[in-house]
């Protein structure tokens, strides 16, 4: 399966804890996207690489958040001191950016469910 | 970003086909409309995209007015497993989903 994967599927956790997810995406995509979802909602944009530049970041993403995109290749995320409000899904997507005026498709995973007990 | 609207659910039967309509009133010249689906505790799907006129693959069609400020998704004869909640986005790499149509097909 060539689509994009992340890992774990599912975590649970306790309040305070420092939790890492990680993205794989589509081997030739070169931007990749975390959004967050909770339960009845569409997916809430976080953060987005070209390659392996952050180049934006939404307000969602506190400061207990960060994003990494080494080498433009997999992605992580890490939320530390974990609160019972940061449980949600998070979907990573990825896509091969469009020339300028031309559609752009992102193709996302299966997403990681976490929970903070 | 242009922003859309949708309706939130719809009901349908088996083999019926199913119209949800977007309206996206601000949609910016180079927009294309994208619209994606997605099942419980999966990421989104991509369905189909399109810019102007029609558009269709195997599993849908898009149709899109002159004005583009709305488009209408079509899913022929639906089944059981078409139950899902179908996005409509607009706009290019950085899109805003809303809270989506939740389609429930009924045998």
């Not at chain 2, 991509?46 to 069609?61: H, L, P």
Request: hydrophobic letters at 30%; glycine letters at 8%; a positive charge.
């Amino acid at each position: 399966d060539t689509g994009v994967s992340q890992d774990p599927r599912h975590k649970i956790t306790k309040r305070g804890q420092n939790v890492t997810f990680r993205c794989d995406p589509i081997s030739e995509h070169n931007r990749l996207y975390w959004y967050r979802q909770t339960l009845g909602q569409g997916p809430e944009f976080l953060t987005y690489f070209q390659n392996e530049a952050q180049l934006e970041k939404s307000r969602l993403l506190s400061d207990r958040f960060s994003a990494e995109r080494p080498k433009g290749s997999f992605s992580t995320l890490e939320i530390q001191r974990t609160e019972q409000g940061d449980s949600a899904m998070y979907l990573c997507a990825s896509s091969l950016g469009a020339v300028a005026g031309g559609p752009e498709t992102q193709y996302f995973g299966p997403g990681t469910r976490l929970l903070v007990l | 970003l242009a922003k859309t609207t949708q309706p939130i659910s719809m009901d349908s039967y088996e083999g019926q086909e199913v119209n949800i309509t977007c309206s996206h009133n601000n949609i910016a010249t180079n927009d294309y409309i994208t619209w994606y689906q997605q099942f419980p505790s999966q990421g989104p799907r991509f369905i189909i995209q399109g810019y102007k006129t029609k558009v269709t693959n195997e599993v849908a069609s898009l149709f899109i007015p002159a004005d583009r400020k709305s488009s209408t998704l079509s899913l022929p004869r639906v089944s059981l497993s078409d139950t899902a909640v179908y996005y409509c986005l607009v706009g290019g790499f950085k899109t805003i989903f809303g809270a989506g149509t939740r389609l429930f097909v009924k045998a």
